[in-house]
């Protein structure tokens, strides 16, 4: 009888305690969204107020203020991460056609793995990992040295000053950037299977442009455009609640960091079965 009214405090202790947990979470989803709500409702007033602040935002984030071997541009480490992921899949891809004696559907492949789903999750994580873990870390030290309580105070609108620029700038930047990146992969599959292991470099092209369309390129930078937003305004909301001093901004910084790649992971699986369907569609293969 003890031993039962214990097992069953112990359950309500831990309900108690998950429950609590969920709120929490919930309430801080709430908090994420009505901030993201904030910088797109501030984006009128920061173009017409704030375009300087938004070029200077705009060089930082492509190119940014070091070399891009030691951590500078997006550009770099974007084209950096698109074409050793592409390598790999096209080993794999047509490693695995090779079995089924299908090698010359390798540029069929490696079109629509790049296209569609591999560079708009690399270059999310390049961003996030970046440029988001920047956003935080600049936010969260404005919040814990006060200068967000002086911004306020002078009716300087933070939202916008600080969030909304670096959203613009980003959707700014995203596009020419995510462009080096696919081009890079598209350079890199093509290497690997006609230059490394051999494939006809005509048979290759052929099916290559069979799934090239400019929906499925829309329907890409679409993706990579959501992507962009999902991680600026996360980075932003969790920079801008910092506390805790130094400490603090660090742990927001990797929360953010997790945070994102869980909500891009989630995004891409809805987007993907959204755009593209469940079944494949290849103009000129049969399969429409």
């Known amino acids: 009888?003890?031993?039962?009214?214990?097992?069953?405090?112990?359950?309500?202790?831990?309900?108690?305690?998950?429950?609590?947990?969920?709120?929490?979470?919930?309430?801080a989803l709430d908090g994420h969204v009505m901030f993201g709500v904030k910088m797109i409702a501030g984006i009128?007033?920061?173009v017409m107020r704030y375009r300087t602040h938004i070029l200077r935002e705009v060089g930082n984030i492509s190119f940014g203020k070091a070399s891009l071997l030691s951590?500078?541009?997006?550009?770099?480490?974007?084209?950096?991460?698109?074409i050793v992921a592409a390598v790999m899949v096209s080993i794999e891809i047509h490693r695995a056609l090779g079995l089924l004696g299908f090698t010359a559907l390798s540029g069929l492949a490696a079109s629509?793995?790049?296209?569609?789903?591999?560079?708009p999750l690399i270059a999310a994580l390049a961003i996030a990992?970046?440029?988001?873990t920047g956003f935080t870390a600049q936010l969260g030290s404005m919040?814990?040295?006060e200068e967000i309580d002086a911004l306020d105070t002078?009716?300087?609108?933070?939202?916008?000053?600080?969030?909304?620029?670096?959203?613009?700038?980003?959707?700014?930047?995203?596009?020419p950037v995510y462009m080096v990146g696919l081009l890079g992969a598209y350079?890199?599959?093509?290497?690997?299977?006609?230059?490394?292991?051999?494939?006809?470099?005509?048979?290759?092209?052929?099916?290559?442009?069979?799934?090239?369309?400019?929906?499925?390129?829309?329907?890409?930078?679409?993706?990579?455009?959501?992507f962009s937003v999902i991680i600026a305004v996360i980075a932003c909301s969790y920079g801008y609640n910092a506390s805790g001093g130094p400490e603090g901004v660090g742990r927001a910084a990797g929360t953010a960091v997790r945070t994102t790649i869980l909500t891009v992971a989630i995004a891409a699986m809805v987007l993907i079965f959204g755009l593209y369907g469940l079944t494949p569609t290849v103009p000129g293969m049969g399969l429409e």
């Open 1 to 27: 009888m003890i031993l039962s009214q214990t097992a069953t405090a112990r359950l309500k202790k831990v309900s108690a305690g998950t429950t609590g947990r969920l709120k929490s979470s919930f309430a």
């Open 44 to 46: 009128p007033l920061a």
């Open 71 to 82: 951590g500078g541009g997006t550009i770099g480490v974007v084209a950096g991460m698109a």
């Open 112 to 119: 629509i793995a790049n296209t569609q789903a591999l560079a």
């Open 129 to 132: 990992a970046k440029v988001g």
């Open 143 to 145: 919040r814990i040295s």
């Open 154 to 175: 002078l009716g300087v609108p933070s939202v916008t000053f600080l969030a909304t620029v670096r959203l613009i700038a980003m959707l700014i930047v995203i596009t």
């Open 187 to 226: 350079l890199a599959s093509r290497f690997v299977v006609v230059g490394m292991l051999g494939e006809s470099s005509g048979t290759y092209d052929y099916y290559f442009r069979q799934s090239i369309t400019p929906e499925t390129f829309a329907y890409s930078i679409l993706m990579t455009v959501v």
